[in-house]
């Protein structure tokens, strides 16, 4: 069995990316908007909204993004992937 060694490291995973637009990949949908906080069991995002289609991955703009007034929690459990949108 090969062992495996992992390292915590400061400033890295979802905390590192504070103040950025990101975009969250969800068990059912995709969330995006600008992270302004994050602790054990939610993040929150202002100015985002939800993706219903994203379309074509190099396109500038998702296929069906519908906004969504106020801010947004989501649940920890449910992000599968997170990153900087481009």
Known sequence: MKHIVTED?????LGSLMGQRVTLMCAKYFYTGTLVGVNDTCVKLE???????????????????????????????????FGVRK
């Open 47 to 81: 100015d985002g909204g939800i993706v219903y289609e994203t379309g074509s991955w190099d396109s500038k703009d998702w296929a069906d993004y519908q906004p969504m007034s106020g801010a947004i929690y989501v649940s920890i459990g449910f992000i599968e992937s």
């Open 9 to 13: 490291r400061e400033n890295e995973g």
